[in-house]
C-alpha cells in the first residue's frame, strides 16, 4: 500500500506538520532577514542636488491593527485587495499613542510569556498581552515611480521598525526584517513598474528580536523612522569607510569605497573622485578606479593585495594627506566635506554622495581617553529617544533642543541607550559637537546572561552589532562602540568584541557586564553602574561601628577603588597596554527630587586621572502626555508595569528645566565653589506680639515627616517603609518651647525607636494668600544638603506657587538650605517674618502639606489645599541617589541627638 508522503510524516511524526503550519518566521532567531541588502554607512546617493534621486514614503497610509496575528487579513497585500475603508496612520509613528493598542512599561522583564524564541505562548490572564498577544499593524499605500527610475536600481529603506515586518510591492513579496532599531534596504527593482505602485507593509510588535531588546523603556509599536525610496545607477557608490590618521608626517584622510554593478556593469569605464572641502575649498583630491575595487575576476595579485591570505586586509582604496586640518572635539567640532562624485570615463557625474569628516584620533594612554592627544573627561546623560506625545518618533526639532539644553548644561557625552537612535542624531551631535557611546540594541536583562552564552543566538548578537557600525562607523562624534547593555557577559559578546576590533581597530569597545577579575580584555574601559563614594553612608539597622552594610547600599561598587587597584590593562590596538579607563555607565540616577551627592562624584572623578566620568541616567522622563496629564507606567491598564520608574530625568518629559538640570550644569561646569554672603539681613524692630503672630505661633507644631521622594522609597522601600511603620507622618517627637519677647526656641528630643529622620523642626499653618515669597539663604531653585553647588547664597524672591516642584509623582520639594531669613506677605504687604537668631535653618514654603503631597500618586490629582504650609527645619536629610543606586552619605543626615532651632517671628504690619 502507498502513502503520501505528507501521511507517512504525520504517521511517525505526529506533531511534524503541525510544527511546520505554526512556524513562523519572528519566531526563528536563524531567520534574521529575508532579501535584506547588506548594511552599510547612512548616506542617500543623488545626481545633480541632493533629493533628487529620493522620494520619501512618510504620511499617511491606510492602517489596520488587530491585537494578534490571526485576525490579520492574510492577503491584503494584493493588488486587488480594496483598503478604501481602512483608517489612516502616520508613517513614523508609534501605534499607541495613536490609539492602538496599550502602552506597556517595564523596566526589566518580557510582556510576553518567556520561552525563547517564541513570543506568542500563553501569558498570566491579568497580562495585556493575554488579549493583546502579538499586535500587528498592516500598511498600504500607493507612489508614483518618478520618470527614468525603471533604469538602474530603486532600493526601499526603512530606518526603524518594531519590531518585525514583511513587506511587498505589487502583490509580490519582497523580504522580512527584524530588528527595532537598525535600517533595513531592500532592492525593489524587480516589482517596481511604470506609474502607479502598491507597496504592503506588515508589522509585528513582538519578535524572537524582542527577546533581545529587553530595555528600561516603553514596549511600543510601529514604523517609528523614515520610509523612503532611493534610486541608483546599475553601478553604484554602494558603501563608504572613512579614517582619519596623524602620523610623524602630518594627518592623512583614508578612504575605503564599495561599489555594485548590475545588469551586465563590470565598472571598466568608470572611476570614483573624492574632494575633501573645507566650505567649499578643495583642501584634498585623490581618485581610484571602480574595477580595481569591484575586482570582478578576483584575480590573485590584487586578493593578495587587498585581501592577503595571512595578515591584516588594508584599507587605504584612496588618501589624502591634509596638513595642519582644524581638529574635531566635543569643544570645537570642525567638519569637512568629503564629495564623492562617480564619473563615467568621459568625466560625467553618474552619482554623487557627501559625508562629514571630522579629523580626530582617539587613544587609552596611561589609564586615560585621549581625544586628538588631550585627557578628557565624560560629563555624560545616558538617553532615550522619548517624545512625550509621539513616543519614538524624535523631530529634528526635539533632537537640537535636547542638545542645546546639554550643551549649555556643561553635557558634552551622550550614551544612545540603549540601541542605536535614528542617524540625524549622529550628524546633529557632528555638527554641534557631543561624544557618542554608540550602543548596540542588544538587552537581555528579564533572562540575565542566558542568551549570551547560548550559540544558537550567536549570529542574533553579531548582527545587531555589525547594523549598527556599519550604519554609523563614519560619524566622528562616536568615540566608543558599546555591546549592549545589561545581557550577562559571555562568547556571544566576545564575538562582537572581535568584529568590531577587527573592523574598526580606530574605536574602543565598552560593555559594562564584561565584568570578572579582572574584566575580560574584549572590552577597553572598566564599567559599572551606580557606584559609591568612599565616603561613609546611611545605613538604618546596622549596629554602629559595624563593618556591614546594607544590601541597598552593599551591592554597588566603589569606583575609585577600582581604579586605585593594580592591573586591568588594556590590550585595544590603540592603547599603550597600559590601566584601562574606569567609567560609571549609569549613576546619579535622577528619579523625581534626586542627584544627591553629585558633587562627591566628581571630587572623586577629578582626583584620579584612570577615572574617566560617567553617563547620568537618564536625560528625559518617559512620560506619555495624554489629555495634558502625564502618565506612566500603569496608567494605560498595562500589566505588568514597574510604575514610575520610568520617570527619571534630569528634565523632564516634554523638557522643562529641573533643580537636578541646574546642578548638574554647575558641578560639569566644574566651577568653583560659590562664596557665601556673610553680609547679615537687617533685622526689623522688635514690635508687640499681635494677635495674628499669637494665632500663627498656636499653629505651630512638630514636623519630622516629608512626603517620601523616590529615592526614600528606593529599592527596598527601606527608608519610606520605616517611616511608614513608625508612623512619622503623624508623630510629634517631644518638643519643648520657649518665648523670650520675638525670639523662640523649641528643643526637639527624639526616641532611640524612631529610624533616621527626613527633617527635623515646625511647620507653621499660614492664609493662603501669603503668596509672595522672600528669602536669604540658597536659591533661586530649591536644594538639599547634598545638591546645592548650583544654588548661592544671596537674596531671593518667588512665589508659594511657583516653590513646589511638579514631579509627575508627588514628593518633598521646595527645600532651602542655609537660609537665615524668609518673609511671606500678601499682596497688600501684610505677612510674617522668620529669622534665625544664631544657626541658619532650612525652610519651605508651600500649598500643600507633606501628607497631602504623600497621599497622592499623581501630579494631575494635587489640588490647592487653601494654606501656606511654612517648614522651618534644623536639619533636613539629603536626597541620596537609592531610587537606584547607593543612598544617603551618613554626612547629609538628622542628626540624633537633641537639637535646638532659636528663630524670631515677627509680623509684618
Not at 545633480?48 to 485576525?71: H, I, Q, V
Not at 513598474?193 to 516603553?218: C, P, R, T
Not at 541597598?552 to 592591573?567: C, D, S
Not at 533616621?756 to 501669603?770: A, C, K, M, N, Q
Amino acid at each position: 500500500m502507498k502513502y503520501p508522503l505528507l501521511s507517512l510524516l504525520a504517521l511517525f511524526f505526529p506533531f511534524a506538520s503541525s510544527s511546520a503550519e505554526n512556524h513562523h518566521d519572528w519566531e526563528d532567531n536563524h531567520v534574521l532577514q529575508i532579501n535584506r541588502e547588506p548594511a552599510r554607512a547612512y548616506f542617500i546617493p543623488f545626481g545633480e542636488s541632493k533629493g533628487d534621486r529620493m522620494l520619501s514614503l512618510n504620511g499617511d497610509w491606510l492602517f489596520r491593527w488587530t491585537k494578534t496575528p490571526e485576525e490579520r487579513i492574510i492577503d491584503f497585500y494584493r493588488t486587488d485587495y480594496d483598503a478604501s475603508s481602512w483608517k489612516t496612520l502616520a508613517v513614523p509613528a508609534n501605534w499607541e499613542v495613536n490609539g492602538y493598542g496599550t502602552p506597556i512599561y517595564i523596566s526589566a522583564g518580557y510582556p510576553f510569556k518567556i520561552d525563547p524564541p517564541y513570543v506568542m505562548k500563553e501569558p498570566k490572564k491579568e497580562w495585556t498581552t493575554y488579549v493583546e498577544r502579538n499586535p500587528t499593524g498592516q500598511y498600504k499605500r500607493t507612489f508614483t515611480l518618478p520618470n527614468g527610475w525603471l533604469e538602474g536600481q530603486t532600493f526601499l529603506r526603512f530606518e526603524g521598525v518594531m519590531s518585525a515586518f514583511y513587506v511587498w510591492i505589487n502583490g509580490e513579496k519582497v523580504g522580512y526584517s527584524q530588528g527595532s532599531m537598525e535600517p533595513s534596504e531592500f532592492n525593489v527593482t524587480p516589482y517596481i513598474k511604470k506609474g502607479e505602485n502598491q507597496i504592503a507593509i506588515e508589522v509585528y510588535k513582538y519578535s524572537d528580536g524582542s527577546y533581545l531588546e529587553d530595555q528600561d523603556f516603553w514596549r511600543f509599536g510601529g514604523i517609528h523612522r523614515d520610509v523612503l525610496l532611493y534610486h541608483t545607477p546599475d553601478i553604484r557608490l554602494r558603501d563608504v569607510a572613512v579614517r582619519t590618521t596623524q602620523d610623524k608626517d602630518g594627518w592623512t584622510l583614508v578612504i575605503n569605497p564599495q561599489f555594485s554593478v548590475y545588469n551586465g556593469e563590470t565598472g571598466e569605464a568608470s572611476h570614483l573622485v573624492a574632494t575633501l572641502l573645507d566650505n567649499g575649498r578643495p583642501v584634498g583630491c585623490d581618485s581610484v578606479a571602480t574595477d580595481e575595487v569591484l575586482d570582478l575576476q578576483h584575480k590573485a595579485a590584487r586578493m593578495n593585495e587587498w585581501f592577503p591570505q595571512r595578515g591584516y586586509r588594508k584599507f587605504n582604496r584612496m588618501e589624502m594627506k591634509v596638513k595642519n586640518p582644524r581638529l574635531w572635539s566635543a569643544e570645537h567640532p570642525s567638519l569637512y566635506t568629503l564629495r564623492l562624485q562617480l564619473q563615467d570615463d568621459k568625466g560625467q557625474t553618474i552619482e554623487q554622495v557627501n559625508q562629514k569628516v571630522g579629523f580626530r584620533t582617539i587613544e587609552i594612554k596611561d589609564g586615560q581617553l585621549l581625544v586628538n592627544g588631550q585627557a578628557i573627561k565624560i560629563r555624560g546623560v545616558n538617553r532615550h529617544e522619548h517624545d512625550p506625545h509621539t513616543a519614538r518618533v524624535m523631530s529634528e526639532a526635539l533632537m537640537l533642543k535636547d542638545l542645546q539644553l546639554m550643551k549649555e548644561a556643561n553635557i558634552n557625552a551622550v550614551r544612545t541607550s540603549h540601541y542605536p537612535n535614528c542617524p540625524r542624531w549622529y550628524e546633529l551631535c557632528d555638527s554641534i559637537g557631543m561624544y557618542v557611546m554608540d550602543e548596540a540594541d542588544i538587552e537581555t536583562h528579564g533572562l540575565r546572561g542566558t542568551l549570551a552564552s547560548t550559540p544558537d543566538w550567536g549570529d542574533a548578537f553579531l548582527d545587531r552589532a555589525i547594523r549598527m557600525a556599519e550604519r554609523d562607523k563614519n560619524h566622528p562624534s562616536i568615540i566608543f562602540w558599546s555591546l549592549g547593555n545589561e545581557s550577562g557577559y559571555g562568547p556571544n559578546h566576545a564575538a562582537m568584541s572581535a568584529w568590531l576590533h577587527e573592523f574598526d581597530p580606530t574605536r574602543p569597545v565598552h560593555y559594562e557586564g564584561a565584568q570578572g577579575d579582572p574584566d575580560p580584555l574584549t572590552v577597553d574601559v572598566i564599567s559599572r553602574f551606580y557606584p559609591r563614594v568612599m565616603q561613609e553612608y546611611l545605613n538604618p539597622g546596622i549596629p554602629e561601628g559595624s563593618d556591614k552594610e546594607r544590601a541597598e547600599n552593599a551591592r554597588w561598587e566603589r569606583l575609585l577603588e577600582i581604579a586605585q587597584r593594580e592591573g586591568d590593562h588594556c590590550t585595544w590596538v590603540g592603547s599603550d597596554r597600559g590601566p584601562r579607563p574606569v567609567l560609571t555607565s549609569e549613576y546619579a540616577h535622577c528619579m523625581g527630587n534626586a542627584l544627591g551627592n553629585f558633587k562627591e562624584y566628581w571630587d572623586e572623578i577629578n582626583s584620579n586621572k584612570r577615572m574617566l566620568g560617567g553617563f547620568i541616567w537618564d536625560w528625559v522622563d518617559q512620560g506619555i502626555i495624554k489629555d495634558g496629564k502625564v502618565l506612566y507606567g500603569g496608567d494605560f491598564g498595562d500589566k505588568p508595569n514597574l510604575h514610575a520608574f520610568c520617570m527619571n530625568g534630569v528634565v523632564m518629559s516634554d523638557r522643562t528645566l529641573t533643580p537636578k538640570y541646574y546642578e548638574v550644569q554647575a558641578v560639569y561646569g566644574n566651577g568653583p565653589e560659590v562664596k557665601v554672603n556673610t553680609q547679615k539681613p537687617k533685622s526689623l524692630k522688635a514690635k508687640s506680639q499681635t494677635s495674628a503672630i499669637n494665632h500663627y505661633v498656636s499653629t505651630i507644631k512638630p514636623q519630622v515627616f516629608r512626603a517620601p521622594t523616590d529615592n526614600d522609597k528606593s529599592f527596598g522601600n527601606w527608608l519610606a517603609k520605616d517611616w511608614k511603620r513608625c508612623g512619622l507622618d503623624t508623630l510629634r517627637i517631644p518638643m519643648s518651647m520657649e518665648q523670650q519677647g520675638n525670639e523662640w526656641t523649641f528643643t526637639f528630643t527624639i526616641p532611640d525607636s524612631l529610624p533616621p529622620l527626613p527633617r527635623l523642626g515646625i511647620v507653621i499653618e499660614l492664609p493662603r494668600d501669603y503668596e509672595q515669597l522672600t528669602w536669604y539663604g540658597r536659591g533661586p531653585w530649591d536644594n538639599y544638603p547634598d545638591r546645592k553647588q548650583s544654588c548661592p547664597i544671596g537674596w531671593w524672591k518667588s512665589t508659594v506657587s511657583e516653590q513646589y516642584v511638579h514631579y509627575p509623582r508627588p514628593q518633598d520639594s521646595g527645600n532651602h538650605e542655609e537660609c537665615t531669613l524668609v518673609e511671606l506677605k500678601t499682596k497688600k504687604g501684610k505677612g510674617i517674618r522668620i529669622e534665625a537668631v544664631d544657626t541658619p535653618f532650612s525652610f519651605s514654603a508651600l500649598p500643600y502639606s507633606a501628607l497631602y503631597l504623600a497621599s497622592k500618586t499623581h501630579d494631575y490629582e494635587l489640588q490647592d489645599q487653601g494654606k501656606v504650609y511654612l517648614s522651618i527645619d534644623c536639619a533636613v536629610m539629603g536626597l541620596g541617589n537609592s531610587s537606584c543606586g547607593p543612598g544617603v552619605l551618613k554626612k547629609y543626615t538628622v542628626p540624633t541627638t537633641p537639637q535646638t532651632l532659636r528663630i524670631r517671628i515677627l509680623p509684618i504690619e
